[in-house]
């Protein structure tokens, strides 16, 4: 299942919970590589650019952002209503001189911008490492066509690294991730009329070193059947749905994967410890 069913009103907040958690490193990472780096990361960018952020969440990133890109115009996309709608609000509200366009829709599946957003050239802001969300090949399709001459793309990815670290941040000790991902089952139920019982699945997170990948699934703890849209599902025990992967890569290979897709690496910000890259990418 496509990880973007996770983002209803509920959901987005569950993200923002695990965003607090020890173990979900990557939030705190990437803010601190912004707190460290914003006014170069700003100088490289280039200011006065029409700012398009994909999966803008509750959009605390880009407000570490904002005063040192001086956008012309921002536009936050995401699937999430709620969540766009206040977040886009509260920046209208710290820059009132600033356009301000909230867009809810699926980028997957092409990216539409607003017709009046004036013609200066583009900075795409694509943080959390939300790519990993897409296999290699998707994640090619989704950046090609954003790639126009003068455009730039300020991405963040979660590096490569030990699997236990990887592990726990996500299947932390509080159960957070384990409810975010529950909440599909709920979600389920409630918009679609189906009857999952929760309490007869668990939360799995295992990392696939081969695909590079962190996996998460729903486990069925027993055999049973679920109703759904007046067709029945059957699982046995131990029958799992996949419901994320999030890949893990290197500054080099991710490089390499945006470079099919029309992007060439100027720059890149790391951390200490090499847990999470923002890289800077001209068309
Ligand atoms: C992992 S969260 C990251 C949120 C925020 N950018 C951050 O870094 O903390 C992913 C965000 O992207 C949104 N999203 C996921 N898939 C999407 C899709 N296909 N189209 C639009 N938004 C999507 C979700 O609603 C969510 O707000």
């Not at 990993?132 to 590096?159: M, S, Y």
Request: charge should be neutral; include cysteine.
């Amino acid at each position: 299942m496509s990880p973007k069913w996770f983002y209803d009103a509920l959901g987005s907040k569950l993200f923002d919970a695990i965003c607090d958690l020890p173990e979900y490193y990557p939030t705190r990472t990437e803010m601190k590589l912004f707190a460290d780096h914003a006014p170069e990361m700003a100088r490289r960018a280039g200011t006065g650019r029409v700012l398009i952020e994909l999966g803008s969440g509750n959009g605390e990133k880009v407000r570490r952002l904002m005063a040192h890109l001086r956008p012309r115009a921002y536009v936050g996309v995401d699937i999430s209503k709620e969540v766009l709608h206040s977040a886009t609000a509260k920046l209208k509200d710290e820059y009132p001189q600033l356009s301000v366009y909230a867009v809810c829709s699926d980028f997957s599946s092409g990216f539409r911008a607003p017709a009046e957003l004036p013609a200066a050239a583009r900075l795409y802001f694509y943080p959390g490492s939300s790519i990993g969300n897409f296999t290699p090949e998707q994640a090619v399709a989704l950046l090609k066509p954003l790639a126009r001459p003068g455009d730039a793309l300020l991405i963040g990815v979660d590096l490569i690294k030990d699997r236990q670290t990887l592990e726990s941040a996500y299947d932390d000790a509080l159960g957070v991730t384990a409810a975010f991902n529950l909440n599909l089952l709920a979600r389920m139920n409630r918009e679609l009329r189906a009857d999952f019982d929760l309490s007869r699945f668990r939360h799995v997170a295992r990392f696939d070193e081969g695909l590079s990948r962190i996996e998460m699934h729903l486990e069925s703890t027993t055999e049973q059947s679920v109703c759904l849209d007046e067709r029945k599902f059957s699982f046995a025990a131990g029958e799992r749905l996949h419901t994320e992967s999030s890949y893990k890569y290197s500054v080099e290979g991710f490089a390499a994967l945006a470079a099919r897709a029309g992007w060439t690496l100027a720059q890149r910000w790391t951390d200490e410890r090499r847990r999470f890259a923002e890289l800077l990418f001209e068309a």
